[in-house]
C-alpha cells in the first residue's frame, strides 16, 4: 500500500500529477507539508473539532481541548458535557466527541484496511461524515488516493488553477479528481498550499 510519509513522496506525486493533468505544472514550485498526525483518537477528535468552523477557530479550540487533556477518550467520557462544552465545544460536537471516546474503534486495524472501508467504517460513528473520515485518511494514515471533495478550500483552489468562474461542487469535484488516480491526496496537498497562498490564509487539515 502506497503511503505518504515523507517529502519525497510528495514530489513523485508531484511528477506523476503532471503527467496526467499539465494544470499541475504550475505547482510543482510548491513545497506543501506533509500535514501527518499520529493515528488514533486524538487525531479523529481533532477533525471533529474542526468541522465547519475556520481553520483559525478550529486550531484555538483544539488549543484548549488539547490544554485541558481532552486528547484521549478516558478523558473525554469523564469529562461529560460541562467539561467539553467549557473549552468551547458546540452541542452536536459534544455528542460527537462523547460517541466517539465511547466506541469500541479499533484504530490500529483501520491501518490495513483499504481507503474506501476505513472512510465506511468511520462514518457509521456519529458526526463522522465522508469530509472528517477522508481527513483522518488522508492527515492520520497518510493514504496516497484520498482526496476530501467537500473541502470548501479545496473547491475554491481548484476555481483558482483552472481559472473556473465558479467553484465546483462536490460531485463535480470528485469526478474532476479522477484523473489525478492514484494520488489525489498529493492533489490535496497541493490545491491547499495554492489556497493558502492565494487567500494568505491556510485552509482545512
Not at 510548491?30 to 471533529?48: C, S
Not at 478523558?75 to 462544552?85: D, F, K, Q, S
Request: hydrophobic share 45%; aromatic share 6%; net charge neutral.
Amino acid at each position: 500500500m502506497q503511503l505518504i510519509n515523507s517529502p519525497a513522496d510528495i514530489a513523485t506525486g508531484t511528477a506523476a500529477l503532471i503527467e496526467r493533468d499539465p494544470a499541475f505544472a504550475t505547482l510543482s514550485h510548491l513545497t506543501p507539508p506533509l500535514r501527518r498526525r499520529p493515528a488514533g483518537f486524538a487525531a479523529l477528535m481533532r477533525a471533529i473539532v474542526g468541522q465547519q468552523v475556520s481553520t483559525a477557530s478550529a486550531a484555538a479550540i483544539w488549543g484548549r481541548v488539547s490544554m485541558a487533556g481532552l486528547d484521549q477518550p478516558e478523558a473525554v467520557t469523564r469529562a461529560g458535557e460541562e467539561g467539553l462544552r467549557a473549552v468551547g465545544l458546540s452541542r452536536p460536537k459534544i455528542r460527537y466527541a462523547l460517541a466517539l471516546a465511547g466506541s469500541d474503534l479499533a484504530y490500529d486495524d483501520l491501518a490495513n484496511l483499504p481507503d474506501e472501508d476505513v472512510i465506511a467504517t468511520l462514518i457509521r460513528l456519529p458526526g463522522i461524515g465522508r469530509w472528517t473520515a477522508e481527513s483522518y485518511a488522508l492527515s492520520a494514515l497518510g493514504r496516497c488516493d484520498v482526496f476530501p471533495a467537500g473541502d470548501l478550500a479545496l473547491q475554491e483552489a481548484v476555481r483558482i488553477l483552472y481559472h473556473l468562474d465558479q467553484r465546483p461542487d462536490e460531485r463535480s469535484l470528485r469526478a474532476m479528481s479522477a484523473r489525478w488516480q492514484p494520488w489525489r491526496a498529493v492533489a490535496a496537498r497541493l490545491l491547499w498550499e495554492l489556497y493558502r497562498l492565494d487567500k494568505q490564509r491556510e485552509g482545512t487539515l
